[in-house]
Structure formats: structure tokens, C-alpha cells
């Protein structure tokens, strides 16, 4: 099984999807737990979710394998992206839940961290790279769209529950002023979701490290509430709800692709 796929695209515009992949190698899920072969913390349905993005002919890259593998979306040297709080790491060990990932003594080690880096991560990201320099040189600019989502409460991350559009932008280091308040304003314009900026969810890895303005590319995390689009309980993917929510999604990509 390839580690991603690349879906080439013509318009300035890239689309990652790192959560989206539920594949795990016979060697890693033989040593997890029963509840964690089920791969929960999924961004389940996400690359569904943006298919309306060819008609934007965007770029989109999607990854096989799952966030238990590797997390394509954290720094390689695993440096907690938000110091003090609950998170999970590089190749989490523990579930959203709090729950442990793997069986006792068999969480992996870090060579064996370092072999999942050089055979899952690395490759996705030089997808990445390559794609965001080929993009770039034909237009001068591109936006890179991280998507995400995730459920509306997790008390192990998280108290209450979350909003359900939460934009990420690095605290406004990952793009410009004018394309953040661009995609704030069509947000303002709409009562249907609730929504935030750099709250909870500032943007990961990948936002933080890809989004360089002054040079021509701009990084934005969405994390959506998986509620708007799908019944979390059941895991089942709702067409209707999701329509209205893609509608959404489309007018916030055209505005930040907006000059």
C-alpha cells in the first residue's frame, strides 16, 4: 500500500488530509488493543468530505496509513505542539480517551519511532514539499488547506464542547493578515456554525512549519466538529448535513484564495 496519494490539481491550492488514512502495518496492530485497531481518532470521511475541492481543481493529498502509525501532522523530534496540555504524540501511545493504544509492553521503541519516521512520515511530507514548490512555481503563491476533524467533546483533550468550525492560522504567523480576515468575514457572515480562531486548535506541524507568507505560502488548519457532518455515535457519514457544511467549506476556500 502506497503511503499516500496525490490527487494533482492545476489552481494554487493544496489540500492535505494527514488524519485521514485507517491503515496499520500486521506488525503494529497485532500489539494494540482491540479498541485501538479500530483506529477511533480518525478524521473520519475528511477526504470525502473536501471531493468537492477537484471542481476547484485543488490538489489533495491523502495518506494510507493511520495517525497510530505515525502522527504526519507532529514534528519529527515530537516536541509537544501545545506545552502543558493533554496531547498525544508521534506515535501516540494513548487514545483521545486517555486509553492506552497499545498492549502492556509493547508500545514501540524509539528506533522503532525512528524506522516508522523514515517509512511513513518523511515520504508524506516530501509529497508535500514537492507539490507546495510545484504549485508555487507555476503560480507565484499557493494556500496550503489543512484539514481536520474531530469529535465535538473529548474531555481528554479538551472541556466542553468544541465549536464547530476552529481555524487555525499559528496565531496569524501561517498567512497573511488580509486571507485571515477574508475567511473570518464569510465565518461572521453565516449563523448556522459556530466558530473560532486560534482557540483551542492553533494550527499543528504542519501549519506551523509550512506557512511562510513573505514567501509565497500560506498555511491554514480547519478543525471541524465532526457532528456537522457525520452522527459521531454511530460513526455513519450523513450526506445532507454534510452538503450544507461543504457549501461552506467552498465559500471559505474561495475567500482565502482570494487576491
Known sequence: MKVSTLHRGTTPLLISLPHDGT?????????????????????????????????LDASILVPSYSRYVV???????????YPGQNTTGLCPTVQFT?????LPGQAPSTDEVAERVDAFWRPY???L?????????????????????????????????????????????SCHVATQERVEKALAAQSQYSWVSNGRFKGGYITRHYGRPG????????????????????????????????ALLETLLRQALAS
Not at 500560506?218 to 456537522?228: G, T
Open 125 to 127: 511530507h516530501q509529497s
Open 71 to 81: 502522527d504526519l501532522n507532529r514534528p519529527p523530534d515530537d516536541l509537544s505542539l
Open 129 to 173: 514539499q514537492a507539490e507546495l514548490e510545484r504549485l508555487h512555481a507555476a503560480h507565484g503563491r499557493v494556500l496550503l488547506w489543512e484539514g481536520h476533524s474531530i469529535k465535538s467533546r473529548v474531555p481528554f483533550l479538551f472541556d466542553g464542547r468544541l465549536p464547530d468550525i476552529n481555524l487555525g492560522t499559528a496565531s496569524g504567523a
Open 23 to 55: 491503515g496499520l502495518p500486521l506488525g503494529v496492530s497485532a500489539r494494540m488493543t482491540e479498541t485501538a485497531r479500530k483506529v477511533p481518532d480518525t478524521d473520519w470521511f475528511v477526504s470525502r468530505l473536501y471531493e468537492f475541492a477537484r471542481k
Open 98 to 102: 486517555g486509553e492506552p493504544v497499545y
Open 215 to 246: 514567501d509565497g505560502v500560506e498555511a491554514i488548519q480547519l478543525e471541524l466538529a465532526q457532528c456537522n457532518y457525520m452522527d459521531e455515535e454511530h460513526g455513519s457519514y450523513e450526506p445532507q448535513k454534510a452538503g450544507q457544511v461543504q
